[in-house]
Structures are given as C-alpha cells and as structure tokens.
C-alpha cells in the first residue's frame, strides 16, 4: 500500500473517529438535557401547584380568597398532566373540592380533599425518581460509549505514533546509508524494499542508478576503443556502401566503398548532417529521400533498385534503411538511437535477370514463328478443298490445334512479362469505349465457356463515358479473368462480369462461383509465377501478375475478393475520361 493512502486512511479513520466522538456526546449531551427538561418542567410545577392548593386550604381558611386561590392552581394542575393515573387522581381532586365548596363544615370532605393532593404529590414524587434513573442511565451509557470511542482513537493514534514514524523514517534512513556507500564508490549497493509504495518506486530508481554506474565504473576503455576499432575495421572490409547515422541525421561513418561511390572524402563528410552533404551530391540526395519519414516506415518501406555508376559499369544497387533501436539499462521502452542505410550491389543478380528476360523474349519470339505455321497448316487440313479426313484424324487435328494455342498462349505471357521485367512497357492510354473492352473478352471466352456450358451474364450500364485505359493491355487483362473464371468454374455455372461508374472511376468486376482462393494465399496470388498449390488446372501462373503490371501501369489497381468455397470476385479500377 501506498504510504499516501495509509496516511489518508490512518488519519481519515481517526478523524472519522473523532466525529463520531463528538456525535455521541452530542446525542447523549441532548437526551440528558431532556429528561432533566421533564423533571424540571412537568413534575416540578405540579408539586408547586399541590402546594398552594395544600396553603389555600390550611393557611387561609376557607374564604373566597382561598378558594379562588385553590381553583387557580387546580386550573392550572389541570393543563399539567403528564404521568399515568395522574389524570384521575386530579378528576377526583376537583369532585371532591366541588362537594367541600358547598359544605365547607365537613371535615371528612376536607381530608379527602387533603388525601387526594398527597397522591398527586406522591405520584410526580414517584416519577421524578423514575426520571432521575432514567436520566442516571442516560449519563452512565454516554459514559461507556464515550470512552469507548476514546480509547478506540486512542489505539488509533497509538498504532500511527508507533508504526508510522518507522514506516517513514527506517527506508529513508536505508536509503540515506545507500546513498553514503554510492558516494564512497560502492556501487554494488542495492536497496531492497519489497513494497508496492513511493519507496519501491524509489528502491527501482536509485537500483537503476547504482546498475548503470557500475557498469560505467567496470567499462574499461581499452576494452571499449578495442571494440570500436574492430567495428570500425569490419565496416570499412564490408564490400557493399555502409552510411551510419545518428538520431539527428549526423554522418557517424561511411566505409570506402561508401566514400567511393559518392565521389566524398571522410573528412569532409564524418560529423556532417547528411542533408547538408546531400546538397551538392546527387547520390546522397537520391538515398535521403525517404529517411525523414516516420522510423517505423522506413524500416518496411520497399525500394527501387538504384542504378550508379560503379567499378567502370552501370551498377544496380538495392537500399535498405535499417532504424536502431536500443532498450538502455533499466528501461523497458526502446530508444531510437540512428539509422544504417545499406546498398547491397545486385549487379551480378541483374545481369543475370537481364540474360533470362531476354533469352525468355528471343525464345518465345521464335517460337511463335512455328506454332504460326502449325496453325496455319491445320487450318489447311480442316480445309475439305484440300482433302477429307476421318473421325479419328479429326480428334488428333483438334488435340494439335489445342496445343498449339496453349504454346502460343504461353508464347504470349512470356513475351508480356518479359516487357514488364524490362520495365519497357508500352502503353497507349487513351479514351476508350467500355462496350468495346467488354465485348472483345466476352467474345474470346465465348467457345470456352459453351464448352463447359457456362453463361457469361453482362452487365453494362448504357451510355457510359469513356474510360482512360489502354484498349489492347485493359482487353488482355479482362479476357484473362474471365478465362480463369471459367477454368475454375463448375460447369452449367454463371460467370458475372459487370461494369460500374462512380466518381470518376470504373469498376471491371468478374465473379465466379468456382472454388475460391483459400485465405492464406490470397496475398501471393498476384506474385509472379504463382500458383495456388494442389490445383490441377493448366497455367504458367504468368497471367494475374502480367495484369497487376498492366493495371497499375495505367494508374489504376486491380484487387481479389475470395470466399473459399463459394468464389471468387476481380474488380479492377481505372480513372473515367474526362475533358
């Protein structure tokens, strides 16, 4: 417990305590004041009345004074009844006063009447030592509770006197000899409070304190100048630009190879804020532009391959700009100390890259030559001019003609993705009719679709504006999806495709109620060379990532939506035509 709520609770609780106190007495104080009130008030003036009723007859004789004098106070001992049988007894007292007017000789009237006053008298007697016990209890309960509130504030105070000196004053006193054996250099002292108050928070604190000077004091700085010239040494034999800065963009160092990519010297660049280099060198300026945003980003963020002239060529370099981030000791929350930006030379891996992409283009360039002719020439056997063929001929013509448009499709891809590796794409971005897109992929999956028995329901809004897209790659990308639409269809099924406007936009949508794409993969089913494992259908998995690069490249985007088991939904997005 805290030591503010144990003050708060010890003197809340006596101060609690003293109210009560003071209730009590108070309470007590007013019953006391009470009881003495009806002793004093109503029993007391009917004795005084009884006694000058008793004058008024013994002293004065019975004269019209006397009985005036006795019918005042009987009067007045009438408004004055406040005990039990009282009432009665006073009833009498007036019957038998009324009989003694009328004959005052009777002695025996008169000492009636003289009987009947002692009962009053006796009666409020009697009451007034029932009150006195009464008002004697009163006083003796607020006694007890009195003092037993007392000692209960008593034992409070009792426990704060003896408790709460000790619980202030031994951590502080602890804490004081600490800090004495810190001063002397001890620093291996540690305080130990093993309570969740102000003083374990101040145990952790200065424990943190004595932690870090302790490794301070057994650092040794040869040890440290050691370390950071091997540091120093392996940064400078790494073979890839190494740039290290610190949290406020300083050079701390760059390694030769660094230093000779940029065209810098270390003299003129170590201590330096990088945007100050970078104003007269384009290299540093091209690697700075995205390490002011958020550290967090940076770190996720993928980077283009930078082209620099290097070792007497065209060099290919891939950045990364790594945030560090340190937990100092005896915190928990990390502390973002500096940046590394890291060029790794892919030079090698993009030659390679450019060998494939052009071995991939001269080969499908070539095939497509003789699958050409294969084509033609089947066309030529189909011809009945030329000659009749048989059933079984006919199959084998079909099974030939199928191939030769799977290789040429293939042929097709490859020659596509050979355009979007080399990043030499043409587009022809320009206003283009919606029905005619629609129409050309509709009719190229026509013959697919009536071979599984599908319908290809279409469904285009009429006069639409024209939208801003490649006719011929837009074409591509949607007979594509409504191929795969197809392909992983159930047959005597329905294909959606449909096109909306809005804002601006157009949404090409093609919906399939096939298999779906389970969840896990649906990030990757646009990766290049992909495809979903287990499928059984045909393809080089060329097709959706060939789409992404052409969709994007006409500044819009193309997106999955997959329910597995119930299918899947293409929308791709482009900007509407405008004037």
Not at 211 to 236: P, V
């Amino acid at each position: 417990m805290k030591i503010k709520a144990k003050l708060f609770l010890g003197i809340g609780l006596l101060f609690t305590m003293i109210v009560l106190l003071t209730a009590i007495g108070s309470i007590y104080i007013n019953k006391l004041s009470a009881d003495t009130k009806n002793i004093l008030v109503a029993n007391y003036n009917t004795l005084d009345y009884s006694r000058q009723m008793l004058i008024a007859l013994n002293d004065d004789g019975f004269t019209n004074t006397s009985i005036a004098k006795f019918e005042n106070n009987l009067q007045k001992q009438q408004h004055n009844i406040t005990e039990p049988g009282e009432q009665q007894l006073t009833d009498q007292l007036t019957i038998n006063f009324n009989k003694l007017k009328t004959n005052p000789a009777d002695t025996t009237l008169l000492a009636t009447v003289h009987s009947n006053l002692t009962d009053i008298m006796l009666l409020n007697m009697q009451a007034i030592e029932r009150k006195s016990a009464v008002a004697k209890k009163t006083a003796d309960d607020a006694t007890l509770w009195i003092a037993l509130a007392g000692t209960f504030c008593f034992l409070i105070a009792f426990v704060l006197l003896v408790n709460l000196p000790g619980n202030i004053a031994n951590p502080v006193k602890e804490l004081t000899e600490s800090i004495k054996e810190i001063a002397a250099q001890n620093y291996s002292k540690r305080v130990h409070f093993e309570k969740n108050n102000e003083f374990g928070d101040l145990a952790n604190a200065f424990n943190t304190m004595a932690q870090k000077l302790e490794e301070y004091k057994t650092s040794n700085i040869e040890k440290l100048m050691m370390e950071k010239k091997r540091i120093e040494t392996l940064i400078s034999n790494i073979k890839d630009p190494v740039i290290g800065l610190d949290a406020k963009k300083h050079i701390l160092f760059m390694n030769d190879v660094a230093l000779k990519i940029t065209g810098l010297k270390a003299e003129d660049t170590i201590g330096k804020q990088i945007q100050d280099v970078a104003v007269n060198n384009d290299l540093i300026r091209s690697l700075i532009q995205d390490l002011f945003a958020a550290t967090n980003e940076t770190a996720n963020t993928k980077h283009e391959p930078i082209k620099i002239y290097a070792d007497n060529k065209e060099s290919y370099f891939e950045k990364q700009v790594v945030p560090i981030n340190i937990t100092p000791t005896g915190e928990k929350e990390e502390k973002f100390i500096g940046n590394v930006i890291l060029l790794q030379n892919i030079t090698p891996f993009k030659e390679l890259d450019f060998a494939k992409t052009n071995f991939i283009a001269t080969v499908s360039h070539e095939l497509k030559t003789p699958i050409s002719s294969i084509k033609m020439s089947l066309q030529l056997l189909e011809n009945e001019q030329i000659g009749n063929v048989n059933e079984e001929q006919k199959n084998l013509l079909g099974s030939i003609k199928d191939d030769a448009n799977r290789l040429l499709k293939i042929t097709g891809e490859l020659l596509n993705m050979t355009q979007v590796e080399s990043g030499h794409i043409q587009m022809a971005v320009a206003a283009t009719d919606v029905n005619e897109i629609v129409n050309y992929a509709v009719n190229a999956n026509k013959a697919a679709a009536e071979q599984k028995n599908i319908r290809l329901e279409v469904s285009v809004p009429a006069a639409l504006p024209q939208v801003l897209a490649d006719e011929e790659k837009t074409a591509w990308v949607l007979t594509n999806l409504i191929s795969n639409a197809i392909r992983y269809s159930y047959d005597n099924a329905v294909v959606y495709i449909s096109v909306k406007h809005d804002a601006g936009k157009f949404e090409f949508t093609v919906t399939d109620k096939g298999q779906g794409i389970p969840p896990q993969y649906k990030e990757k089913i646009f990766d290049r060379y992909f495809r979903v494992p287990g499928t059984k259908k045909e393809g080089t998995g060329l097709g959706l990532s060939i789409s992404k690069e052409f969709i994007e490249a006409q500044g819009g985007t193309i997106y999955v939506e997959s329910d597995f088991g119930a299918g899947s939904s293409f929308t791709i997005i482009l900007n509407a035509f405008t004037v």
